[in-house]
């Protein structure tokens, strides 16, 4: 008897345990939760709204506490996502929502002494932009045909990322100069022109927002439907006005710019991109830092530069397609080793276009692929590491793939470089393509590396495609050309500055007296740089150890700056 009661009662206690299970079991979705996601914008005057994007606001505005520090804000619109509100006197950091029973944090916020002036959509007379206000690019800004955009000394343009296009398209916040428009862009040493993430400092990263779009009416050798990259609209046509003038870039600063607007190839925005832009066009002190694609980037065009600094870009620092013929002296470039991108990063990428020569002698556009690309770059001084340089997917921890070549010349490219300095790539010049592409423009002279220093390389030289790494060897060697390779273990010898490799401080580009770099008899002079653009520089490398034309308007530690 005993045993049948103890085991009705475990009977008992299993339909006991089983009925708890059941009760306990779930189906339901979980409950909502509260979450601030995003203020837009992170800077703003008192009395100034603001958005608040999240989750499970309350739809009635009353139903929900906003905080700016220990002020509460007036709210003036609520959705269950988005919350309007103004900005209080006093306002401080960080923003708190409270709705439905819950409280959550947002990022940082600070109060601008400067009103805010969102800026969207298309600009059709002439404008001026003032340094008494901070202007917000939403969405892709157009400046058309006809009219031109002045920008003051010391103005800050700050760019949305996609979420602030306010058409729904998820366009980041891009300037675009459109054919026959211009932008007079003209800073100063002492008061650059700033164009930045609209985001708090600290908090900023590679392409936070699109970047800053010229496009002419010069030559390109693509067809006259031709797009530009990036979802950016209209077409190139097929203009021939190579004095083309699209305006002035002068003591500006370009910073995380170049959005990835899809996974897919060829769709992100440089720092500073140019289609087709005239020579009439002056471009010259320019910083492009952080760029989540190419620093800079020429489509066609004859533009000319001078004096751009490429400071810790993603992809390529200076790319060249389609046919650009422009000249540029003074540049450099500053790279984290451990950023790099999927496509391998290049100091120099060079392409006459993706085919690089026209099949079989067949036109491939009206203009038979013409002209080459054949730019001439003059004084560039690119570092990456004075550590052993890496090669390998893993090579590039805070990026997505690794470094390539100082000097990736493709495709039928004719660009020439000349009196410059490339320490710690994995590769010095990688010559690809063709026999009768590449190579016969390296034979014939429309192609020219010359007085170029290769230092701290794994492999100073090689060839691709069916260039063979003799036939580059041969070609990068002969003496008239004055090139040099430096070994790792001879680079001390080099004396560079100890400082040109600095992330953490301002750098030091200038070689230390006595180094190879500074000897004049080490440079070419004449030929391609006795151009009149060309200011007589009989050295490698765009220091000379006296004229340090950085002083007063870059900036290395762009992330901390304080914007407002």
């Given amino acids: 008897m005993n045993q049948i009661i103890r085991w009705g009662s475990l009977l008992l206690l299993v339909a006991g345990f089983i009925g708890f299970i059941a ?3 779930n189906n339901d979705s979980p409950a909502p939760i509260l979450s601030v996601t995003s203020i837009s914008p992170t800077s703003a005057p008192a009395g100034t709204t603001v958005t608040i994007s999240g989750t499970n606001f309350a739809t009635t505005p009353s139903s929900n506490t906003v905080n700016f520090g220990n002020v509460p804000a007036t709210i003036m619109s609520a959705t269950s996502t988005q919350l309007v509100v103004m900005v209080p006197v006093n306002a401080g950091s960080p923003v708190t929502v409270s709705a439905n029973g819950s409280t959550a944090t947002g990022p940082a916020f600070s109060i601008s002494a400067k009103p805010v002036v969102p800026v969207s959509g298309t600009i059709t007379a002439n404008t001026t932009w003032t340094s008494d206000n901070v202007y917000f690019l939403r969405g892709f800004v157009n400046v058309a045909s006809g009219a031109t955009l002045t920008i003051q000394p010391g103005t800050i343009i700050k760019g949305g990322g996609v979420d602030d296009d306010p058409a729904g398209q998820k366009q980041a916040g891009t300037l675009i100069i459109l054919q026959g428009a211009k932008l007079e862009a003209a800073g100063t040493a002492q008061q650059p022109i700033v164009f930045t993430s609209n985001k708090a400092a600290g908090q900023r990263n590679y392409g936070d927002w699109g970047g800053v779009v010229l496009i002419g009416k010069a030559p390109h050798n693509r067809p006259g439907n031709q797009q530009p990259e990036g979802g950016i609209g209209g077409q190139l046509g097929t203009f021939n006005e190579p004095t083309d003038n699209s305006g002035t870039l002068r003591y500006v600063r370009i910073e ?9 190839a060829n769709s992100e925005i440089n720092g500073l991109t140019l ?41 390529d620092d200076f790319d060249t397609d389609w046919g650009y013929t422009g000249k540029v002296q003074f540049g450099v470039s500053l790279r984290d080793p451990l950023v790099a991108d999927q496509s391998r990063s290049n100091c120099f990428e060079s392409d006459n276009f993706a085919a690089g020569e026209n099949a079989a002698g067949v036109p491939l556009t009206a203009n038979n692929g013409l002209p080459l690309t054949q730019p001439t770059f003059a004084n560039i001084s690119a570092f990456v590491t004075s550590g052993t340089p890496s090669v390998g997917s893993t090579s590039s921890t805070g990026g997505s793939g690794s470094y390539q070549s100082a000097m990736h010349l493709r495709r039928n490219t004719a660009i020439s470089i000349i009196n410059s300095v490339f320490v710690g790539w994995p590769e010095g010049l990688r010559l690809d393509g063709t026999t009768t592409g590449t190579l016969t423009n390296a034979s014939n002279g429309s192609l020219e590396v010359q007085g170029v220093t290769v230092a701290n390389s794994l492999t100073a030289v090689l060839g691709a495609g069916n260039i063979t790494n003799d036939q580059a060897s041969t070609y990068f060697n002969l003496a008239a050309r004055k090139n040099t390779v430096v070994a790792s273990s001879d680079l001390p010898g080099l004396l560079l500055n100890g400082a040109s490799f600095a992330l953490t401080s301002t750098p030091n580009f200038a070689p230390q007296a006595g180094s190879a770099l500074l000897v004049s008899g080490n440079a070419i002079t004449g030929g391609k740089v006795g151009d009149s653009f060309f200011t007589s520089a009989p050295y490698r490398g765009a220091f000379n150890g006296t004229d340090n034309w950085l002083s007063g308007w870059t900036n290395f530690d762009p992330k901390n700056t304080n914007y407002n």
């Avoid at 710019?257 to 897919?264: H, I, K, N, Q, R």
């Avoid at 010259?284 to 870009?313: C, I, M, P």
């Fill in 23 to 25: 009760a306990c079991k």
């Fill in 256 to 264: 995380f710019g170049g959005v990835a607007l899809t996974s897919a």
């Fill in 275 to 315: 289609y087709g832009v005239g020579s009439g066009t002056t471009i010259d002190h320019v910083q492009v830092s952080y760029s989540g694609d190419d620093s800079f980037e020429w489509f066609g065009g004859t533009v000319n530069a001078k004096y751009l600094v490429a400071y810790r870009g993603f992809d």
